[in-house]
């Protein structure tokens, strides 16, 4: 059984920051692609960031230069530091991995979601 687990969300002011983290439980071998979406109350979910399996990194116009995806060199977790935080990026952030469970076996997964709320 493997899991996707996410934390590191919480409640900032304005120009703070945080840093959130997936990290996978279970039997799973590695993380392969990273998707971090976003989901802001009251709209629908948005790609976030992005790192592919080759490390190219992908960034919604909205976060770029303020957001950075990143992995651990174990290859287990991903984080994404989400640097001048602004009230615009409350929502909710999931993560979504490709999961390398075995050989040449990859599985699609979503993290429970952990919270950003950014206050004025």
């Known amino acids: 059984q493997v899991e996707l687990v996410e934390s590191g969300g919480g409640s900032v002011r304005a120009g703070e920051s945080l840093r959130l983290s997936c990290t996978t439980s279970?039997?799973?071998?590695?993380?392969?692609?990273v998707d971090w979406y976003r989901r802001a109350p009251g709209k629908q979910r948005e790609l976030a960031a992005r790192?592919?399996?080759?490390?190219?990194?992908v960034y919604a116009d909205s976060v770029k230069g303020r957001f950075t995806i990143f992995r651990d060199n174990d290859g287990n977790t991903m984080y994404l530091q989400m640097n001048s935080l602004k009230p615009e990026d409350t929502g909710v952030y999931y993560c979504?991995?490709?999961?390398?469970?075995?050989?040449?076996?990859?599985?699609?997964?979503w993290g429970q979601g952990t919270q950003v709320t950014v206050s004025s």
């Open positions: 279970g039997s799973a071998i590695g993380l392969s692609a």
């Open positions: 979504n991995a490709d999961v390398v469970v075995g050989v040449g076996d990859v599985r699609n997964y």
């Open positions: 790192m592919t399996a080759g490390g190219t990194t």
